[in-house]
């Protein structure tokens, strides 16, 4: 499979590089600025645009699968609605497939129906608002979208490097935790998911992970 992964100097977005080009797959490692460094073999590097909906078609062209692992800067986390749209757009008019690696925001919290996690500061502590509102606004981009043919993955309350086990939960739209209350996955698994997802599509369209 040729692959497009945007956001790919990211911490989620080099994760699943690495994971797709161990796989085997045809991959595009695109960037905004900072090109990424280590490349895996066979990858190829390409500066692009999120934003830029033309750009992002011609690059899209021939490829069957895109992620979109994008982060705005700190105090820009309101664009990342925007710039999701772009994307869609741009997924849209290619055909081409398109998974969101967003945020936890839009989730239910556990044992509490119609309770966000974006509203629990048990999970999202104040530092970390504006980024998790940020993501309901991504998500609700993407439920408004038309044509695009997209899938949204939040990850749990915690995402950072860590080891990779290949063994996760999968759940849909209620926050994974463990038996202690805790929500996390490593992004090396977080990558794994991303990828079983791309090769075996489960068909729904807002799903989470966690360990």
Known sequence: MKIAVLGAAGMAGSRVVTEAAYRGHALLAVYRSTRPEALPPGVTPVAGDADDTDAMCALFEGVEAVVAATRPPAGREHTIAATTTALLDAAAKTGTRILVVGGAGPLEVPGHPGRLVVDDPAHVPPQWRAV???????????????????????????????????????????????????????????????????ERPRGERHFTVGY
Request: with cysteine; proline share 7%; net charge negative.
């Open 132 to 198: 998790a509102a940020a993501s309901s606004a991504q998500l609700a981009a993407c439920r408004s979208h038309p044509a695009a043919d997209w899938t949204y993955l939040s990850p749990p309350a915690v995402l950072e490097p860590g080891p990779r086990t290949g063994a996760y939960r999968r759940g849909t739209t209620t926050l994974l935790t463990t038996e202690g209350g805790t929500s996390r996955i490593s992004a090396e698994d977080l990558a794994a998911a991303v990828l079983d997802e791309l």
